[in-house]
């Protein structure tokens, strides 16, 4: 089938929309989709990839599932579309970007302004279950995923890899961290946020090595 993702992407993903393990994954959503309350909708699943194409990408965010509850999840990690309160995980995003930056915290949890700079926001699953948090996982998504972290490593430079919370920090066996910079921290959801996420700092960090590189820094 064809997957419906900017043309950037398709060049150096195709490779994996041909393997086995995806043409078993897309039958799956397809089905989910079909008989199921799934999110986000549809024509959303590869936001992220739409909204920072591959010659743009400059920073990862590395989410795990899409936000589960009713009107959230658009496709891109952490971000909820307009409208919709930003769950407490964001709002410890937008606490550190305040103390980091000295800037107010955003009236609305949509990041897609981020992602139009170069940051892609990523979950590791895809799509997910109304009310039923990690329903999609272990379907073929973190597969996809994974290569589509290597593929960035391997074909990029001076890229900002940012991995809250266990989960997303194990994929840094996937990145080169002598070509990228890899920044570490724990989650910022209210479990975690205050053993080690809190006064982390990954704005200005991210800021300051794009920089050093040359490159534009985002405006967070």
């Keep these: 089938m064809t997957v419906k993702i900017d043309e950037s992407w398709r060049k ?16 799956f959503v397809k089905q989910e989709y079909q008989t199921q309350t799934v999110y986000p909708a549809g024509g959303q699943i590869f936001h992220a990839f739409d909204a920072c194409p591959f ?10 599932d899409p936000y589960h509850g009713k009107g959230q999840a658009h496709g891109l990690a952490f971000s909820v579309q307009f409208g919709v309160r930003s769950p407490p995980s964001l709002v410890n995003v937008f606490k550190e970007l305040e103390s980091d930056l000295g800037m107010p915290r955003p009236d609305n949890g949509n990041l897609d302004r981020w992602a139009q700079q170069g940051v892609l926001l990523l979950n590791a699953t895809l799509t997910v279950r ?9 379907k073929g998504w973190e597969e996809f995923t994974d290569a589509v972290i290597r593929i960035i490593s391997e074909q990029k430079e001076h890229v900002v890899f940012v991995l809250w919370g266990a989960y997303a920090q194990k994929k840094a066996e996937l990145i080169d961290s002598r070509k990228h910079l890899v920044l570490k921290a724990a989650h910022p959801s209210p479990y975690a946020a ?14 300051a090595y794009l920089q050093q590189q040359g490159l534009e820094p985002i405006q967070w």
Excluded: C, M
């Excluded at 205050?194 to 991210?206: C, E, L, M, Y």
């Design 130 to 138: 109304a009310s039923t948090p990690g329903s999609h996982q272990k």
């Design 194 to 207: 205050d053993k080690g996420f809190f006064g982390s700092k990954p704005f200005s960090k991210t800021n």
């Design 55 to 64: 010659d743009r990408v400059k920073v990862v965010i590395l989410g795990q």
């Design 12 to 27: 150096v993903l195709q490779p994996e929309f041909e393997k086995p393990y995806f043409q078993e994954l897309i039958q």
